[in-house]
């Protein structure tokens, strides 16, 4: 079975450097670059399956958001924000010298490369916003809030499986197998247990968002939307408690008129595992 490489690119925030890991699947040299961005409390390996996919096709770079996987911490936990992350993925891509660019970013990995595809002479050329968009409802950032950052330690790798299916019960139906080869990389090990694979500060940020704060920032991310000018792919779960039909359908109607495709029996966020999930990805991305 193929497997991915693991480097690692220094990258500059307020208190000096960090080192942010990437896992590369594919060819280095090939022109078309794949760039896969995870989740909130998530990191690169969730992105497996689907690299396996494109990897015959594009040089995939599936990064660690700065505190999660293989990549530092920041000593500044307030640090911990999305231009932050653009600024990192900035470096990265000069890098990696893509000649052309893709991206695919689910939930918060949506949102950095909605912030990189916005930006005057972006190198994004095509936009897979993965379950996310400009207007975040509040609930799903409640209910994440109930346990991220939260301490919490497994004595196996069984047990650890078990607590992350029943906070993620939304990512939609998966065999056993496909769950445990989701929860491997999540687990960093501590003695003679687990604990999480990311900082437990990256809540501290998080925690600091309001009702008023969220649909205060509606207004700055449609802005940054309605700047984008690739072709985008849209990827909804039918059942997503973050993005709603309603936000979906707008995406479609202005800035670059997403193409919007809904998974049934899946709410935030599709895992991009499933077949109908990959192909998905794979036809808009590969189209000429």
């Known amino acids: 079975m193929t497997e991915p490489r693991l480097n690692h690119v220094q990258c500059l925030d307020a208190r000096g450097l960090h080192r942010m890991a990437y896992w590369e699947w594919g060819d280095a040299a090939n022109p078309r670059v794949l760039v896969c961005v995870h989740g909130l409390s998530r990191q690169g390996r969730d992105f ?3 690299a396996r996919a494109m990897c015959g096709d594009c040089h995939v770079v599936c990064p660690d958001v700065v505190g999660r996987g293989q990549s530092d911490c920041l000593v500044d936990p307030m640090g911990y ?21 893709h991206w695919v970013g689910t939930s918060m990995g949506g949102l950095i490369g909605l912030g990189l595809a916005s930006l005057p002479g972006t190198p994004v050329r095509k936009l897979v ?11 799903a950032i409640a209910r994440i809030g109930t346990y991220l950052g939260v301490p919490v330690r497994w004595a196996s790798i069984d047990a650890a499986a078990a607590y992350l299916l029943g906070i993620s019960k939304s990512f939609g139906p998966h065999t056993p197998e496909q769950w445990r080869a989701l929860t491997r990389p999540m687990l960093k090990a501590d003695g003679d247990g687990f604990v999480p694979h990311y900082d437990p500060a990256i809540a501290l940020p998080f925690r600091t968002v309001t009702p008023e704060l969220a649909a ?4 700055a991310l449609w802005a940054s939307y309605d700047r984008v000018s690739c072709p985008t792919l849209l990827l909804r779960g039918a059942e997503s408690d973050l993005l709603t039909a309603a936000t979906a359908h707008a995406m479609t109607q202005r800035g670059p008129r997403a193409s919007l495709r809904e998974f049934a029996g899946v709410g935030h966020a599709p895992t991009l595992i499933a077949p109908e999930q990959i192909a998905a990805v794979r036809e808009f991305l590969l189209s000429p």
């Open 48 to 50: 497996d399956t689907l």
């Open 81 to 101: 924000q999305v231009p932050a992350y653009v600024a990192d993925m900035v470096t990265l891509l000069a890098r990696l010298a893509a000649s052309e660019l």
């Open 129 to 139: 916003l993965n379950d996310v968009g400009p207007v975040i409802q509040y609930e």
């Open 216 to 219: 205060g920032s509606e207004a």
